[in-house]
């Protein structure tokens, strides 16, 4: 079984070495973005199981790169998990309407956003 | 000048003067008329009065004694006439007691100007103006009726010029008393029979000049003059006759319609004198008329400019005042929109650093989990995996106090939003006790629950949770060692209870209500160097009303804090807001 390939869209270096350590040592090949079209285009190109996104990004900012992805026929099927700092009740409403399919505030644990992810893709499988 | 007011002095000699004084004059009365007797007693009255004025002088030390002196020389020169004009019987004018009596008026004129002198009346302009109007027009009255009848008659020159000098006197009499009047001192009982005084002094010599030859020895004009005596030595034997020459502080001159009615009088003054003459067929005396018209009328005209002019700046003053007023009001409400610009600008700030802080906290945390991470192919000392564990409950404290800073600037900003499910509250309660149990054992603390079976109430699971862990890491905080906790869950028809107490070190008198004010700590909590920021309290309450419910501290019989959080079964939503707190 080939590891899971994974995106990586986060601006802060070190999250990003963050996550990107943890998913991989959990067994995924991951693919480092650190901006929102950058990581579009890694999308678009390696067609993902999973993209883990930072919200506050410069440029295309992680919700319109998750419209993005949704409207895009090719890869609309890959999950999508948001990273942010504001987790207010309207930020995870506005995070959903763009098409995400997991929400996680800052600090996260890695752990747990790498069992999270596990979980998802799971979960993709036993629906379809 | 209550200082004056407040020096308690006797009163009784002048009051036992008055009696003695009006009695004596009633018996005067009774005596028979014209007797020898009936002079006597007259003639010791005038005496004893002038007498009496100058043993006021003594008795009450007035801070200027010449005006009293004065007038106790005028009166005296009076009761010397009398005495001469009993022993002369009615004598031939100009006789000795004229020229004593006309003598006595100089005195009592000068003692009066005196008086209204040390009194600062001389400053007063516009009431000595009032002053010469009352003046003018009663030396009009004087001229026509007394003083051109006389200058006109028959007799000597000499003869003719003293009868004319009483009126005159008079008149000089009047003007002291109007000028006294009317930039008066001090409206004390000393200044009241003083007035009383001269008001019979001048009816009695008025109604004698008019008609001198009805007069005789024994009638009741008199009684006037007598009663003058007598009322002149009482008011100087009155311990506030001291006051009458203290200078008082200017009043502000006022419209009153005494003012007024007192202009129009005088501007009347020479249209009725006219009309009297007329209809008496007497000599209508026009160039004393006209002249003083024309006087009374250009000083009342005088006096009405200047009640303009004061009504003027009192008017702009007023007008300034109420601007004044106006601006402070505005700039008031300016600075309160200042200030709850600024409390709003202070929220949004601490919401923006908190959500900035987030982003390396989940570095620091994040680094910490993978440096613990026991797959970890170089796996750490157990000492640096201690140091790493301090740093990752620090960094745990850390979130706490972002979290809490958020929740705060979030609830100011009206923001707390509920998400309301049924839950089972002794459940609640367990799932609180469970997590704080570690740290309740580390302090050396047994924690208890207590709950009557299932409580249901609708509620947002997550914020009560955060609500009973507060109160409990709370307690956790303030109980010693070997202390214990108890949190209690029951539930009634009506609502909920839930209960948090401790063996803590309690409240401070008069802290219950204020320990869920926003950044408030408790004054045993200072002393104790406890750290805090003030902030679980508030939290906790802003989740209660959220709630719709109330929540409240009190101090436990035995020492240790309970608090109280009591819920309605259905929780009534309603947003926690504290952001008009300053506008109203």
Partial sequence: MTAPLVVVAEDDEDILLLVATRLGRDGFDVLEAREGRQALELVRERQPVVAVIDVGMPGLDGLELTRQIRADESVRGTLVVLLTARAQEADVRLGFDAGADLYIRKPFSPTKLSTSVRELMKRKIGSG | ??????????????????????????????????????????????????????????????????????????????????????IFVNPATPSSADYFYLAGY??????????????????????????????????????????????????????????????AADTLLLAGLAGFFVTAAWRTVSFQLLVGSLA?????????????????????????????????????????????SEPRRVRRARVSRWRIGLLVAALMTAPTVLLVQWIRDAPLEVPAVVAAAALISGIVMLRLSGILRALERLRLRERAARGEALAAQAALAERNIRLVE????????????????????????????????????????????????IVSRNSERLLHLVDNLLFVARVRAGKLVLNLNELDLGELAAEAVQAARPNAERAGLTLSLESN??????????????????????????????????????????????EVSDTGIGLA???????????????NAMERQISGT???????????????????????????????????????????????????
Avoid at chain 2, 535 to 562: M, P, Q, W, Y
Wanted: proline residues 5%; hydrophobic residues 50%; aromatic residues 8%.
């Fill in chain 2, 200 to 244: 019979a002094l001048l009816v009695a010599d008025e109604v004698y000049g008019l008609d001198r030859n009805a007069y005789s020895n024994g009638s009741w004009i008199d009684g006037m003059w007598l009663l003058s005596y007598v009322l002149w030595a009482t008011a100087a034997l009155h311990p506030s006759m001291r006051e009458l």
């Fill in chain 2, 509 to 523: 008198p008069g802290e219950a209500e204020l320990v869920f004010d926003r950044f408030f700590r408790s004054r």
């Fill in chain 2, 453 to 498: 079976g299932p409580t249901l109430v609708e509620a947002d699971h997550a914020r009560l949770l955060t609500l009973l862990e507060n109160l409990i890491s709370n307690a956790i905080k303030f109980t010693p060692r070997d202390g214990s906790i108890d949190v209690r869950a029951f539930g009634s028809t009506s609502g909920a209870t839930l």
């Fill in chain 2, 1 to 86: 000048m209550d200082v004056i007011r407040r020096i308690p002095r006797d009163v009784r000699p002048a009051w036992l003067f008055c009696g003695v004084g009006v009695v004596v004059t009633g018996m005067y009365f009774l005596l028979q008329r014209g007797a020898t007797s009936q002079s006597v007693l007259y003639d010791v009255i005038g005496v004893t009065s002038a007498l009496a004025i100058a043993a006021g002088v003594r008795l009450n030390g007035p801070a200027s004694p010449l005006p009293w002196l004065l007038f106790a020389l005028g009166n005296l020169l009076f009761a010397v006439a009398d005495i001469l004009f009993n």
């Fill in chain 2, 106 to 167: 100089v005195f009592l004129v000068a003692g009066l100007v005196l008086l209204l002198v040390h009194a600062g009346g001389h400053h007063r302009v516009p009431a000595l103006g009032e002053a010469l109007i009352v003046t003018l027009a009663f030396a009009l009255f004087q001229w026509v009726f007394l003083m051109a009848p006389l200058v006109r008659g028959e007799g000597s020159v000499a003869h003719r010029a003293v009868l004319t000098a009483y009126p």
């Fill in chain 2, 534 to 584: 003030g902030l679980g309290l508030f939290i906790a309450r802003s989740i209660v009303e959220a709630h719709g419910g109330k929540i409240s501290a009190a101090n436990r019989d035995g020492g240790g804090t309970t608090f109280r959080i009591e819920l309605p079964l259905r929780a009534a939503s309603q947003p926690a807001s504290d952001t008009a707190e300053l506008v109203a």
């Fill in chain 2, 342 to 389: 600024a409390d709003q600008l202070k929220d949004e700030f601490v919401a923006l650093i908190s959500h900035d802080l987030r982003t390396p906290l989940t570095s620091i945390m994040g680094y910490i989990e993978l440096a613990l991470d026991p797959d970890e192919e170089a796996p750490l000392d157990d000492e640096h995996r201690r140091y790493l564990e």
